[in-house]
């Protein structure tokens, strides 16, 4: 075995679930997954592709009627210019992150990510040779990156930032007011910018600013995102990325020679779910925020009222409170209320150590679900109150 994978930490969100399938009665706040089925006409066109026949491979890049409509869908919906021959359509979102970080990072590159963040940045950078920079991301200032903590993080060695907004697992969002103020930063030290954006349909009280459409980021910032979340195409495994030419080549070659093409199928399911007008924004996933949105307000609501500092999250579907007041830190409160009270959260250091007073608490579930963990955790926090 490499030492590499020897050293290769397992992720910090499935030990819990493991644990939850032993619980007939648990409650798992989890799992970073829609709870909705995908769309039906989404679904009818995969089953017509498969009845069809359409069972080989796609071009590498995939298929150019997809190409066209992610193209033409982050021009309309976000201003974000990538022209189709600059598109690759991915295995997942998750393998577009895997791609980009091989392309750019070796043997002592350092890369930013924003602490805390999801979990598969730094084990990949590490994987790839290169060493992941954490830059403190704090409530205070809405878990965003500061220009003064970006500064702190640069050193000559420091090759690209990593984007991650909206943020799981904090549900923070990044301004275009807030993202122009890091900009000047990544142009002085000519970073590359790597921008996930898979919750970029999933914002709440403002629509989503994509990295590439602002000054000083356009031209270095390589676009990551996917139909997993919004169109709760999880399953599905397809996702996109698009990047500068010269990287976007790099990224090519990679997925030529490791995931080849993304399943055909599902790819038929994606332009199904972009075939309609991007302006006003699509029916099924408006109602999906709905829902997301007024779960969002409810579980922030009961985790203030109940001792848990709740910074209000403007996208994604995480909250992400701090339980200090319980005098335990996130692993231990994650640890303790599963054995006690049967309700699954992920603790927050799982996501990096400014997470380690925090706990992260997916609202992708049913109401009904959400009100019995509310309650549960509700009698675990008053029993540590009396304590």
Same mark, same amino acid.
């Given at each position: 075995?490499?030492?590499?994978?020897?050293?290769?930490?397992?992720?910090?969100? #499935?030990?819990?679930?493991? !644990?939850? /399938?032993?619980?007939?009665?648990?409650?798992?706040?989890?799992?970073?997954?829609?709870?909705?089925?995908?769309?039906?006409?989404?679904?009818?066109?995969?089953?017509?592709?498969?009845?069809?026949?359409?069972?080989?491979?796609?071009?590498?890049? %995939?298929?150019?009627?997809?190409?066209?409509?992610?193209? #033409?869908?982050?021009?309309?919906?976000?201003?974000? /210019?990538?022209?189709? /021959?600059?598109?690759?359509?991915?295995?997942? &979102?998750?393998?577009?992150?895997?791609?980009?970080?091989?392309?750019?990072?070796?043997? %002592?590159?350092?890369?930013?990510?924003?602490?805390?963040?999801?979990?598969?940045?730094?084990?990949?950078?590490?994987?790839?040779?290169?060493?992941?920079?954490?830059?403190?991301?704090?409530?205070?200032?809405?878990?965003?990156?500061?220009?003064?903590?970006?500064?702190?993080?640069?050193?000559?060695?420091?090759?690209?930032?990593?984007?991650?907004?909206?943020?799981?697992?904090?549900?923070?969002?990044?301004?275009?007011?807030?993202?122009? +103020?890091?900009?000047?930063?990544?142009?002085?030290?000519?970073?590359?910018?790597?921008?996930?954006? !898979?919750?970029?349909?999933? *914002?709440?009280?403002?629509?989503?600013?994509?990295?590439?459409?602002?000054?000083?980021?356009?031209?270095?910032?390589?676009?990551?995102?996917?139909?997993?979340?919004?169109?709760?195409? *999880?399953?599905?495994?397809?996702?996109?990325?698009?990047?500068? =030419?010269?990287?976007?080549?790099?990224?090519?070659?990679?997925?030529?020679?490791?995931?080849?093409?993304?399943?055909?199928?599902?790819?038929?399911?994606?332009?199904? +779910?972009?075939?309609? %007008?991007?302006?006003?924004?699509?029916?099924?996933?408006?109602?999906?925020?709905? =829902?997301?949105? #007024?779960?969002?307000?409810?579980?922030?609501?009961?985790?203030?009222?109940?001792?848990?500092?709740?910074? =209000?999250?403007?996208?994604?579907?995480?909250?992400?409170?701090?339980?200090?007041?319980?005098?335990?830190?996130? =692993?231990?409160?994650?640890?303790?209320?599963? /054995?006690?009270?049967?309700?699954?959260?992920?603790? %927050?250091?799982?996501?990096?150590?400014?997470?380690?007073?925090?706990?992260?608490?997916?609202?992708? *579930?049913?109401? &009904?679900?959400? *009100?019995?963990?509310?309650?549960?955790?509700?009698?675990?926090?008053? #029993?540590?109150?009396?304590?």
């Amino acid at each position: 075995m490499s030492e590499r994978a020897r050293l290769l930490q397992p992720s910090g969100i #499935r030990k819990y679930f493991d !644990i939850v /399938e032993k619980m007939p009665d648990a409650v798992s706040l989890g799992v970073g997954e829609p709870d909705f089925v995908t769309p039906w006409d989404i679904r009818s066109a995969g089953i017509r592709s498969l009845q069809r026949g359409y069972t080989q491979y796609t071009g590498n890049r %995939g298929l150019p009627d997809l190409r066209a409509f992610i193209s #033409r869908y982050l021009f309309e919906r976000f201003g974000a /210019e990538y022209p189709p /021959e600059r598109v690759i359509v991915t295995v997942g &979102a998750s393998e577009g992150i895997d791609l980009v970080l091989r392309a750019v990072c070796g043997a %002592g590159d350092e890369i930013l990510v924003p602490d805390p963040a999801y979990v598969s940045y730094a084990p990949i950078i590490t994987l790839c040779g290169g060493t992941p920079v954490s830059v403190e991301c704090r409530a205070e200032s809405g878990f965003i990156v500061t220009p003064e903590a970006l500064e702190r993080a640069v050193t000559p060695r420091t090759k690209a930032i990593v984007l991650a907004y909206p943020n799981n697992p904090t549900g923070g969002i990044m301004t275009k007011e807030q993202l122009s +103020a890091i900009a000047p930063i990544i142009e002085k030290h000519d970073l590359l910018v790597i921008s996930d954006e !898979i919750y970029a349909e999933l *914002t709440y009280g403002g629509k989503h600013c994509s990295a590439a459409t602002v000054k000083g980021l356009k031209g270095r910032t390589v676009l990551l995102g996917g139909f997993s979340k919004a169109f709760a195409m *999880t399953g599905w495994r397809v996702g996109f990325a698009c990047a500068p =030419e010269e990287i976007d080549g790099a990224m090519l070659k990679i997925h030529q020679y490791t995931a080849l093409c993304a399943p055909r199928v599902s790819q038929h399911a994606a332009a199904a +779910a972009l075939s309609g %007008g991007f302006e006003d924004g699509f029916s099924a996933v408006e109602n999906m925020r709905a =829902e997301y949105d #007024r779960r969002r307000r409810f579980l922030v609501k009961s985790l203030n009222e109940m001792g848990l500092t709740c910074f =209000e999250p403007r996208g994604a579907f995480y909250v992400f409170p701090c339980v200090k007041s319980t005098n335990l830190t996130g =692993e231990q409160f994650a640890g303790e209320l599963l /054995e006690s009270e049967h309700v699954a959260v992920v603790p %927050g250091n799982a996501f990096g150590a400014c997470g380690g007073d925090h706990i992260r608490c997916s609202y992708a *579930t049913s109401m &009904a679900k959400l *009100t019995e963990a509310v309650e549960r955790m509700g009698r675990f926090v008053g #029993r540590k109150s009396e304590n």
